[in-house]
Every structure is written in C-alpha cells, then in structure tokens.
C-alpha cells in the first residue's frame, strides 16, 4: 500500500540575497519583484507538507482541506504564469520569459509541465471526492513528486532568465505591474491569496525570511491604496515577529 510518507519535499537550500540575514550596518534590502513567483513555489511546497503531514496522521478532513487551499493558490500561482491564453495583456509570466529570453519557456516545455500535473491532480480530487484515504495516500505521494520535478524545471529555467533580464535592466517592476499581478489580482480570491502565502511561508521558512521578501515584492508592485489593504491581510496572517521585520524594510 502507498504510503504519504514516502516522499520527501525539498526545501530550497539557497536564499536569494534579499533573504540574507542583515546586520545593523547593512543597507535594508532592496524588493525583488520577482520573489512573487519565485516565492510563491515555497508557498506551494509549504502547502505540500501541510497535507501530507495530516495524511501521515490518517487526518483525511485536515488532508482534504489542507489540498483544497494548495489547489486553489496554486491555480492561482498557474494563472499568473499563463495569463488567460489569449495572448492580450496581461499575458502571464511565461509569455514575458519567452518574448525577453528567447522562448525559453516553449523550448524547455513548461507549459506541458502544468498538462502533465493535471492528471495527477485528478487522482487525487478523485480519491478525496471518494473519500477513500487509501486510495488518497497512493495518488498524493505521486502528485507531490512530480509537483517537485515540476517546480524544480521552472526555477531552472526562470532564475537564470531573470538574472539575466536584470543584467540588462528589462523593466521588470512593469512586466510584475502590467502582465502578471493582473492575472490574479482582481479576483475574489485575491485577499486568500496573500493570507494562504504568508500564513505558509511564516511557517515554512526554512530559516530564511521568505515571508518578508515576498511581501516586500508585492508592496514594490502595489499602488499606496492597494498596499493599505494589503498590509492588512499580512498583518493578520503573519506573526507579530515577522510582520515587524516586513515593517523594518519598507522605505
């Protein structure tokens, strides 16, 4: 029989320079815009582990709704990387790597990554549907691992295309404001979005402050009456701990 704990999610062992731990003579960090996508996977791995623990606990109503919360942002998260299709701004992330990195994002196949994950994510809602926690501690592990794979081939990809749209000062502060957030951002679901994420990533940190840097993105991309809303639903989804060294960045 399958078992929830048979795989492993893996934690990112390399923080970005904005997640180094500063000391008092430092400068504050500068927002890297592209921490909203970059950190919104450890979002989706934090929710990972999130149902996998209760799954190891044979917890199926905790199971059930611990992935009905990752299966809402991630389809979120997906939303922001292929815009609506339609190819009319805002266009989602990955028409911006492939329009500034040499369709990158078609040659190494990663909207085939998101197809191929759907029928694990079947599987699934299948057995959750069923209710059948047997059946759902053999169709999870096989998710989280190719959920895994799937991250892993994208941050290969985006990392190295961002440095390099860096190097060369694209706008990326405008592709975040105009092509992505937009995406998402006028949903209903939008005030869950940055909840769920900084619930996660304040509890699945990883000894960096990855809830810190990817609300210093979102405020970078905010307009001042968006951030009086958003800060609001950090303040409340954060520990008071971290939500005082959000405050200690921003200028």
Same mark, same amino acid.
């Given at each position: 029989?399958?078992?929830?704990?048979?795989?492993?999610?893996?934690?990112?062992?390399?923080?970005?320079?904005?997640? =180094?731990?500063?000391?008092?003579?430092?400068?504050? /960090?500068?927002?890297? &815009?592209?921490?909203?996508?970059?950190?919104?996977?450890?979002?989706?791995?934090?929710?990972?582990?999130?149902?996998?623990?209760?799954?190891?606990?044979?917890?199926?109503?905790?199971?059930?709704?611990?992935?009905?919360?990752?299966?809402? !942002?991630?389809?979120?998260?997906?939303?922001?990387?292929?815009?609506? +299709?339609?190819?009319?701004?805002?266009?989602? !992330?990955?028409?911006?790597?492939?329009?500034?990195?040499d369709g990158i994002v078609?040659?190494?196949?990663?909207?085939?990554?998101?197809?191929?994950?759907?029928?694990?994510?079947?599987?699934?809602?299948?057995? &959750? *549907?069923?209710?059948?926690l047997k059946a759902l501690?053999?169709?999870?592990?096989? !998710?989280?691992?190719?959920?895994?794979?799937?991250?892993?081939?994208?941050?290969?990809?985006?990392?190295?295309? &961002? =440095? *390099?749209?860096?190097?060369? =000062?694209?706008?990326?502060?405008?592709?975040?404001?105009?092509? &992505?957030? /937009?995406?998402?951002? +006028?949903?209903?679901?939008?005030? !869950?979005?940055?909840?769920?994420?900084?619930?996660?990533?304040?509890?699945?940190? $990883? $000894?960096? /402050?990855?809830?810190?840097?990817?609300?210093?993105?979102?405020?970078?991309?905010?307009?001042?009456?968006?951030?009086?809303?958003?800060?609001?639903?950090?303040?409340?989804?954060?520990?008071?701990?971290?939500?005082?060294?959000?405050?200690?960045?921003?200028?």
């Amino acid at each position: 029989m399958g078992c929830a704990s048979s795989t492993q999610v893996k934690e990112t062992p390399k923080p970005t320079a904005a997640e =180094q731990p500063k000391t008092e003579t430092e400068e504050k /960090p500068k927002p890297q &815009i592209f921490a909203i996508m970059r950190n919104g996977h450890e979002v989706i791995r934090g929710g990972m582990i999130e149902v996998k623990t209760a799954l190891d606990k044979d917890d199926f109503d905790t199971a059930k709704k611990a992935w009905e919360h990752l299966a809402k !942002f991630e389809g979120m998260h997906k939303t922001m990387e292929e815009g609506d +299709g339609t190819g009319v701004s805002p266009t989602g !992330f990955f028409k911006v790597l492939d329009l500034k990195a040499d369709g990158i994002v078609t040659t190494e196949g990663l909207y085939g990554l998101h197809t191929d994950l759907e029928i694990y994510e079947k599987a699934v809602n299948k057995a &959750i *549907k069923k209710k059948d926690l047997k059946a759902l501690k053999i169709a999870y592990p096989k !998710f989280m691992e190719i959920n895994e794979a799937h991250l892993k081939k994208e941050e290969d990809v985006m990392m190295p295309s &961002i =440095q *390099k749209m860096m190097k060369a =000062q694209e706008p990326l502060k405008k592709f975040m404001v105009v092509d &992505i957030l /937009p995406t998402v951002k +006028g949903s209903p679901d939008w005030e !869950f979005f940055i909840k769920y994420a900084n619930t996660i990533l304040d509890k699945h940190h $990883g $000894g960096m /402050p990855r809830a810190r840097v990817f609300d210093h993105a979102l405020w970078a991309a905010a307009t001042p009456e968006e951030w009086k809303t958003w800060s609001v639903w950090m303040k409340e989804s954060l520990s008071e701990k971290t939500y005082k060294e959000l405050e200690a960045v921003l200028v």
